[in-house]
């Protein structure tokens, strides 16, 4: 009973931000294609302290992967960052995001989204990267092996929201990613937060010897 009142009460106050923000990010849509996860969001106090966690600074280039309509993106573009970028496949949502980000109050720095496949996406500017579980496993190896290459040793931060065990066993295979803190939101969601390491040994650095993961 407490529960279901604590999350009407969310409900509520999600609604109540996005209309501060002038924004319209939620409720859901189906998932385009398999191996995808239908568009949701987590709650807005949930993002607020990921993105305090990540500690986004002048020079980074924040990256949303899988974005949505773009809460998130839009939470980022209110701080002072070089750029934030939204990836996400379905066009629907990313024209919501869009659509969000020109009607966005208080945004501080320059905001798109991409409306492509994250496995097929550049990852060369992107020094902190957020993910809501927006992709099954294998698909998460696929698209971290793009941002290790991509970033050619260049650091890089992550937060995945949402973490689950076949996940956080595709993180474990990355030893170029180690986990900085892993935490619990209000909704039980696993938190992990990631950073690159052996930045020094780019080409050297190399994924755990555990079996692939099937694509
Ligand atoms: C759980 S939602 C997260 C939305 C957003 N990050 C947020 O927190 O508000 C996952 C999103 O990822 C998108 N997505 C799933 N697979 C994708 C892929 N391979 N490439 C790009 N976007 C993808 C879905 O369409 C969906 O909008």
């Known amino acids: ?75 980022a573009a209110r701080h002072r960052i070089r750029q934030a970028i939204g990836i996400e496949y379905s066009p629907a949502l990313a024209a919501a995001g869009q ?42 190896n696929r698209v971290l092996e793009k941002i290790r290459a991509d970033r050619r040793g260049r650091p890089a931060r992550m937060a995945f929201v949402m973490e689950l065990q076949e996940q956080r066993k595709v993180f474990s295979r990355h030893d170029w990613l180690a986990c900085d803190e892993r935490f619990e939101d209000q909704d039980r969601h696993t938190v992990a937060l990631y950073r690159s390491v052996g930045v020094d040994r780019p080409d050297t650095a190399s994924l755990r010897s555990t079996p692939p993961v099937d694509d």
């Not at 501060?20 to 996860?37: C, D, F, M």
């Open 99 to 140: 659509r969000n980000i020109r009607q966005l109050r208080g945004r501080r720095s320059p905001a798109k989204i991409l409306c492509q496949a994250a496995e097929d996406s550049d990852y060369s500017d992107a020094s902190v990267l957020y993910f809501f579980n927006p992709f099954e496993a294998h698909l998460l």
């Open 1 to 75: 009973m407490l529960a279901g009142f604590r999350r009407s009460a969310r409900l509520v106050a999600n609604h109540l931000q996005d209309a501060w923000l002038g924004i319209s990010t939620t409720g859901t849509a189906p998932a385009e294609l398999p191996g995808h996860v239908y568009y949701a969001t987590v709650s807005y106090s949930t993002t607020w302290s990921v993105l305090r966690k990540l500690d986004l600074g002048q020079e980074d280039v924040f990256v949303d992967v899988g974005c949505g309509k773009g809460r998130v993106l839009c939470l």
